[in-house]
């Protein structure tokens, strides 16, 4: 049996009404005239395989070349459901032989009538077009003019035909005819089924669709459903399922697909201008995707709801679809930190945004779409969007430095801003963090907490390098080490303050600068009063006022601390008081010369007379180191003292008061009034039995962890000394 590829095509579906002459050719010439026949077929008025293909490319090529690219698949789908069933038609009828033996003249021409019946019209159809405008017209032109419920009519009634005449075993002797006439049939539902794609993708274009056709296209999809509910029992391609409603799906999604790839298709991430390329980019596929949509919303959607034919959601299902892909596609070229952040702020911020279409009363999809980006990519991402940052910050604190630097080599003076000086770089830290852990919030709370974390990092391995380059500058005043003392404890409030259980591995390194910072200021004040030191405890000090100059020192200095934020100025000026007292009674404990008689007893006086001076001098500039004014009386009533027994109470004083005094100390302090070998000896013993009792009772940290003599250092030989008096 010839394929039907090969065989002459039927003929031209139109209206029964039309007079056909039929030509039965004798049955004793049938086979000698066959090429003759079969070329009268293709001469005749009807056309074949190849017009009809022709036909059917041509009305669905008009809005779009995509939809001939579908054809051969629906083809090859027809033809090879059309193939099973006319070999299972073969093994269930008789033989060729016995056919050709037992057919007349009235069974062909039976046959013939048949196949021009194929060619009649359907009733009156929903178009509102009768009869009389449809009966000059075959499948391919109602095709062609889309109305195509009233060609989805005719198909329907021309394939309920042919399924009779098939049961009817008709082409017992002729399955060339069968085949014929289904393959035409196959190939009109094949054309109509074209035109929907054609339909769906010239909806969205500039010129669009008119609202009557989608409202009809809906029609004739749910009439195909009606009609073709489930495939026969018996298998036959003939009535079987067309499935345009996923046909109609499928091109939706390739409307949608091609709209938004039409976005600077020639233009990749790399190609444009770095970041601001990419956001052109997506800012104008943002604006397509939402006037698509709307046009969807207020034009698309309700003609097919005229029909009955939910349209919206399948259209936000494809566009989301296609968005998707488009990003994938732009975050597998995106390169650097500022194009992966772009992609995630669109995808987070921008694209899921609730206003993105403009509407609040649009219908929500019955199941919730699937992430815009896969899983993985969205975390490979952020992943490539850290490492890419962890380079840019540290970079940019690189930047800070120079910028610190460069003011350095301008002896630029700090500002002062609400009374406290001030330095560019807690604002320029400050901008620098918040900056990126904000932006990286608005994506995500993950995010966010690893750019916390990388900011944490950077700005704990900045602040020692800042630390020794500053240290090692010709820039050290007092003016910009308290700037800098003011931007390590502005680090530790509002950062800390800010993003609370974030930053504790920040203390360590703010602490450790901040103490660096005090020490250097320290270091300063240090080297201007050391000299002055010197003249205390000496005959001329008992007559001159010799402290005033040292304490206007330090008044001076107090000045710049009333510009450093308030923890960290009473930290120095309580530092400053201890500074003092100390090295005022290391001056007293090794004196260059010793007093005795009136002059001992006036050089007690006097160092409590400067008792006095110290202690209202730093109570004055605000110190609370009062556990510090008791160290210089006691020295003094020790030296002074006429009676000899209360030496004893004297004693008991300081040491309580001051657990870190050794007995380097007290030898010193015994040394002063010369009061014989016994007598020191029973001090030495009980200011011992002394210490020993208070180490015992208070442990590690004494005295609230006050530390005076420790850090004074007395002459070793002392002991020896008193020992030998």
């Known amino acids: 049996m010839p394929s039907p590829q090969s065989v002459a095509s039927g003929p031209e579906l139109h209206s029964p009404r039309e007079p056909v002459v039929p030509q039965i050719p004798a049955q004793g010439t049938r086979k000698a005239n066959s090429e003759d026949a079969s070329s009268a077929h293709r001469e005749g008025l009807r056309p074949g395989l190849g017009t009809l293909l022709r036909a059917f490319s041509k009305a669905s090529q008009r809005a779009s070349g995509c939809a001939p690219q579908e054809d051969p698949g629906l083809l090859r789908r027809s033809s090879r459901l059309l193939f099973r069933s006319l070999r ?53 032109d109602l095709i062609t003019e889309r109305k195509l419920l009233a ?29 014929r006439r289904a393959m035409d049939l196959c190939l009109h539902y094949d054309g109509l089924a074209a035109e929907i794609g054609a339909i769906v993708l010239e909806t969205l274009g500039p010129d669009g669709v008119d609202a009557a056709v989608l409202a009809e296209l809906a029609r004739v999809v749910r009439a195909e459903e009606e009609a073709h509910p489930e495939p026969p029992a018996d298998g036959d391609f003939l009535c079987t399922p067309r499935h345009w409603r996923q046909h109609w799906e ?41 006037h698509d949509l709307q046009k969807v919303q207020l034009e698309v959607h309700p003609a097919y709801a005229a029909a009955g034919y939910p349209a ?121 963090v918040a900056e990126h852990v904000k932006a990286a919030g608005a994506i995500s709370a993950e995010l966010e907490a690893t750019t916390l974390q990388i900011c944490t990092r950077a700005l704990g391995l900045f602040l020692p390098r800042f630390e020794k380059a500053f240290l090692e500058s010709g820039a050290v005043s007092e003016p910009n080490l308290c700037a800098n003392i003011n931007a390590c404890e502005e ?57 005033q100059p040292l304490l206007d020192k330090v008044v001076a200095f107090a000045g710049h601390l009333e510009r450093v934020v308030p923890p960290r100025a009473q930290e120095t000026l309580q530092e400053v008081h201890r500074y003092v007292v100390r090295e005022y009674l290391a001056q007293a404990l090794r004196p260059h010369e010793r007093f005795r008689g009136v002059e001992r007893v006036s050089g007690s006086q006097k160092m409590g007379l400067d008792a006095q001076a110290i202690g209202s001098t730093f109570q004055g500039l605000g110190s609370e180191a009062t556990w510090l004014g008791r160290a210089i009386p006691c020295v003094a009533d020790i030296l002074g003292e006429t009676y000899k027994d209360d030496i004893r109470r004297h004693l008991e004083t300081l040491i309580r008061s001051y657990p870190d005094i050794r007995r380097d100390h007290v030898l010193a302090i015994l040394a002063l009034r010369r009061l014989g070998h016994r007598r020191n000896q029973h001090l030495l013993t009980h200011a011992q039995d002394l210490l020993r009792a208070a180490a015992k009772a208070e442990g590690p940290g004494a005295a609230g962890g006050h530390v005076l003599f420790e850090e004074i250092e007395v002459p070793t030989s002392m002991d020896v000394l008193i020992t030998c008096i």
């Open 250 to 290: 499928d091109a939706v999604r390739r409307s949608a697909r091609e709209r938004v790839q039409q976005v600077s298709t020639g233009e990749a991430p790399g190609a444009a201008e770095g970041a601001s390329g990419l956001a052109q980019l997506l800012a104008e596929l943002g604006r397509l995707v939402r």
């Open 88 to 140: 299972r038609a073969r093994d269930e009828g008789p033989a060729a032989d016995q056919t050709q033996a037992t057919t007349g003249p009235g069974v062909a021409h039976g046959r013939e009538a048949s196949s021009r019946a194929m060619d009649g019209v359907s009733p009156q159809s929903s178009t509102g077009a009768g009869p009389a405008e449809l009966e000059d017209k075959s499948v391919a």
């Open 491 to 547: 680090f530790r409030t509002h950062l800390l303050a800010r993003f609370p259980g974030s930053l504790e591995e920040l203390e360590k390194p703010l602490v450790a600068a901040t103490c660096a910072f005090q020490k250097r200021l320290l270091q300063g004040l240090q080297g201007d009063v050391q000299p002055l030191f010197k003249v205390l405890c000496t005959k001329a000090w008992l007559t001159q006022d010799v402290l």
């Open 151 to 179: 060609a989805f009519e005719q198909l329907r009634h021309l394939e309920t035909r042919l399924v009779a005449e098939k049961a009817s075993r008709t082409f017992e002797q002729d399955p060339t005819g069968f085949a």
């Open 312 to 432: 919206w959601e399948a259209y936000l299902r494809a566009f989301h679809g296609a968005v998707a892909q488009r990003l994938q596609e732009l975050a597998h070229d995106a390169h650097g930190c500022e194009q992966l952040y772009v992609l995630l702020d669109w995808a987070s911020n921008v694209y899921s945004s609730p206003d993105f279409l403009g509407s609040q009363d649009l219908a929500l999809p019955s199941e919730p779409l699937p992430p815009l980006l896969a899983p993985d990519v969205w975390a490979r991402l952020e992943s490539d969007y850290t490492s890419f940052l962890e380079t840019k910050i540290a970079s940019c604190f690189d930047g800070i430095l120079q910028v610190e630097q460069s003011r350095w080599v301008a002896a630029e003076a700090p500002d002062v801003l609400q009374g406290h000086y001030h330095t560019p770089l807690s604002i320029d830290v400050h901008m620098l």
